[in-house]
Nanobody, 120 residues
Framework: QVQLVESGGGLVQPGGSLRLSCTAS???????MGWYRQTPGTQRELVAV????????TYADAVKGRFTISGDNAKNTVHLQMNSLKPEDTGVYYC??????????????WGQGTQVTVSS
């Protein structure tokens, strides 16, 4: 089992910034970590993910150029720097770890979620 602990959500005005962090209780030889967003009545949607070791990043089109995901391997932590926030960025942000190894079943873990509200 893996525990994902999130921090950094809150209320911010449009145009402002927030930084989300997610720390995993352990990491694996092959995994991705990242953030998904959910609003009432919708499915979780990918915001940004990064491969273990920080080699590759993927962003949703809506956040490209505004959000930056980075990894701190020494601390098993992923950060999401969110700049130029818009009201439509509002939602519950969930940290995710996806583990895929050829010799073991896929594992997928979620954090408890942190609320981000962008409003004036």
């Amino acid at each position: 089992q893996v525990q994902l602990v999130e921090s950094g959500g809150g209320l911010v005005q449009p145009g402002g910034s927030l930084r989300l962090s997610c720390t995993a209780s352990r990491i694996f030889s092959s995994y991705t970590m990242g953030w998904y967003r959910q609003t009432p009545g919708t499915q979780r949607e990918l915001v940004a993910v990064i491969t273990g070791g920080g080699g590759t990043t993927t962003y949703a089109d809506a956040v490209k150029g505004r959000f930056t995901i980075s990894g701190d391997n020494a601390k098993n932590t992923v950060h999401l720097q969110m700049n130029s926030l818009k009201p439509e960025d509002t939602g519950v942000y969930y940290c995710n770890m996806d583990v895929r190894r050829s010799w073991a079943p896929r594992e997928n873990y979620w954090g408890q979620g942190t609320q981000v509200t962008v409003s004036s």
